[in-house]
């Protein structure tokens, strides 16, 4: 409970559900041959242009500029097609055009196996929603855009869902009729369609629409190119000196939104949508904590979740004083930014009080184990400004040390490690979020450097995952951040097994025994052919890592082993102070190793240094509140799928080229 003196931990039968109210995508409800499809081999290259040939049709029938239609596609869903499945929010095809009713089906409880603790959440759920079909008027507008696209062209909404020429047909009528709707002429002119492009976002904010239509703005001047998913060559050229006549939004009549002093970056829409910060039943309060970050303590990490759950029943949940909190949350419609908790303040978001104290979380509409609900360009591109911002604010580096997502926040202590989250999950494309924020991966180091950053192609790289919708059975082949590890240079050996979770590793979506992920950084232990050993959970964990198509590249930096006469050392979940450090009145808090050890002769990348500390902040009153600071030191290091802690008096460092095993 809350009111306890030593950090709580998720106990069965607690009242705080993690994400209780959940939305499942269901799967399209008509097959059709896909236009865009990849051409089969033999097949001449012009039909690996059909998806462009479409954007010039519509162009031409619907009388949109074809650099708008593209320009709005591409912030949509970068033209790609997904195999006629809906994104999270029900959007499909190149234009995301959303017809929820048919593609989302509202969960009306969500409940984990787990329960929360004050400060954090415990394991995540695996989508087993009671489903509901929301009614047409249930539903805001932004999520049934393709009945009415069907409506404006005649085309029938079953092959609007799948067919991406028709998709794109559909979007090209809706552009129009903004157009026509705001008493705009249906110019030739790009720089005529800034009224009509903030209709199409769906939002029903003036700041929101504003913000989506200087994205495609941006898109029109910078202009774009890429091979989308079904293998069309898709090209965009660049107007760099396109400006646009912003005047038009005024028109709209869109609404404005309550800012109340949100720290979000200029580029971005954010509403303040506050958690309440209240006391109620028996000394007991929610759902964050008031602190003063970053006076009192520093900001270190920003942590990336995603919902399971749609927008509205997640603006719910955060707005429950019972239930927990953190500090954003993104709309994938149109990427709207609602602000929760201000940085001051600590959120109760992550499952670790040490990691909680020295974050800011931000939640991300989609669904871990649903690898078709994609992620729309809007979201990526939104969070990404935002952690931009975050990140200059609070001088937290552009790294996966600092960036984590909430699969990689450890467990505080030896029980809890079963319980911690693991989302946003295999199918977030991290490779793509780090290109958006403006710090792309890339190799750093020659073949001897070292270390190696992970670093798949998202697209082609499609590891095996079970359990997305039933136990045991095989998720839908999708691209993925993450890359697999055995025991051997063989895939017919034993996967990786993690002592702290227990049992057998398994591909389940959720098991991150043997996993790692785009951006992690790891010491080479050994090569063999077109394999990469690295060290992990103390362990040599082998990874498929070919030449002609690497799913990781030499990096170099600092690494730790235990000190010389030592045969292994513990690690920590969190980097709390020596007992000498507490004050009078506030109780010293355990340094407690969990069951992981690094032994002799292994190393493991530092992500940070950085002193013990605490903040003791266990009552509704903030007088008694206090941030403690240690005078031992610590290293954050990669040690397996999550980040953990050793001390600094139990390693040597060095660069990583004294360890090199190449």
């Known amino acids: 409970m809350r009111g306890s003196v030593t950090e709580p931990s998720p106990t069965p039968g607690g009242r705080h ?67 006629g499945a809906p994104s ?12 929820a009713r048919t593609a989302l089906a509202t969960a009306t409880e969500h409940f984990a196996d787990g329960t929360e603790d004050a400060r954090g959440d415990s394991a995540r759920p695996a989508l087993r929603p009671r489903v509901t079909v929301p009614t047409d008027s249930a539903l805001p507008a932004r999520l049934k855009t393709l009945v009415r696209a069907a409506g404006l062209t005649g085309i029938p909404a079953a092959r609007l869902r799948t067919d991406p020429a028709s998709n794109v047909a559909g979007g090209a009528a809706l552009l129009a009729s903004a157009q026509r709707d705001l008493h705009q002429p249906l110019s ?37 190119q890429r091979v989308t998913d079904a293998g069309q060559d898709v090209a965009l050229a660049a107007r760099p000196g396109l400006r646009a006549d912003t005047a038009q939004l005024k028109p709209t009549g869109l609404r404005t939104v309550r800012t109340d002093g949100t720290e979000c970056p200029s580029t971005v829409s954010c ?71 201000k940085a001051k303040d600590v ?68 029980s809890t490690i079963p319980g911690m ?52 059975q095989p998720c839908a082949a999708h691209g993925s951040s993450e890359v697999r590890l055995y025991s051997d240079h063989d895939e017919n050996s034993a996967l990786i097994k993690d002592i702290g979770f227990g049992g057998t590793p398994t591909t389940d979506v959720n098991d991150l025994s043997s996993r790692v992920s785009t951006g992690q950084q790891y010491a080479v232990a050994d090569t063999w052919g077109d ?79 950085l002193r013990g500390e605490y903040y003791y902040a266990v009552t509704f009153d903030t007088d008694t509140h206090r941030v403690v600071v240690g005078k031992d030191l610590y290293y954050e290091i990669q040690y397996g799928h999550r980040v953990e802690f050793v001390r600094a008096a139990d390693v040597s460092v060095a660069p990583a080229s004294r360890w090199a095993r190449r």
């Open 188 to 224: 030739a002119d790009p720089a005529d369609w800034y009224g009509a492009i903030a209709r199409f976002s769906g939002a029903d904010d003036a700041a929101t629409a504003a913000a989506y239509a200087n994205d495609v703005f941006d898109v029109l001047r910078t202009g774009e």
């Open 271 to 341: 509403e303040w949508i506050p958690a309440p910060y209240a006391q109620f039943g028996d000394d007991d309060y929610g759902n964050h904590d008031l602190g003063d970050r970053p006076a009192a303590q520093s900001i270190k990490y920003i942590v990336i979740h995603d919902t399971e759950g749609a927008w509205d029943g997640t603006i719910n949940l955060v707005q429950d004083p019972t239930y927990v909190s953190w500090n954003y949350t993104i709309r994938s419609t149109d990427g709207l930014i609602a602000q929760h908790v």
């Open 421 to 472: 989250h693991t989302d946003p999950g295999p199918y977030w494309d991290w490779r793509h979020y780090f290109e958006l924020l403006d710090h792309p991966f890339k190799r750093t180091a020659g073949k001897k450097g070292g270390l190696v950053t992970i670093l798949p192609d998202y697209a082609a790289n499609q590891p095996a995952y079970t359990g997305c919708v039933t136990g045991g």
């Open 531 to 609: 394999w990469t050993a690295i060290w992990y959970l103390g362990q040599k964990a082998w990874f498929r890592n070919p030449a002609k198509a690497p799913t990781a590249v030499p990096a170099t930096g600092l690494v730790v082993t235990p000190k010389a006469g030592l045969t292994s050392i513990p690690v920590y979940g969190r980097a709390y102070p020596e007992a000498a450090a507490y004050p009078s009145g506030v109780p010293a808090q355990a340094v407690s190793p969990l069951p992981y050890t690094i032994p002799a002769g292994q190393e493991y990348v530092i992500g940070d240094v």
């Open 347 to 414: 959120a109760w978001h992550a499952g670790n009080w040490y990691i909680n104290a020295k974050s800011i979380g931000i939640e991300h509409e989609g669904f871990l184990a649903a690898p078709d609900a994609w992620y729309t360009e809007a979201l990526y591109r939104s969070s990404a400004r935002l952690v931009k911002y975050l990140t200059a604010e609070y001088g937290i580096p552009l790294d996966r040390q600092h960036i984590l997502g909430h699969d990689n926040v450890p467990g505080p202590t030896t």
């Open 17 to 83: 559900m993690r994400k209780a109210a959940a939305a499942a995508v269901a799967s399209a409800t008509l097959v059709l041959p896909l236009l865009g499809a990849a051409p089969p081999p033999g097949e001449t290259t012009a039909s690996a242009a059909l998806l462009q040939r479409a954007f010039v049709s519509a162009a031409a029938d619907y009388h949109v500029p074809q650099s708008v239609l593209l320009a709005v596609s591409y912030l949509q869903s970068r033209w790609d097609t997904h195999g």
């Open 88 to 99: 999270v929010t029900g959007g499909y095809g190149p234009m995301h055009l959303t017809d």
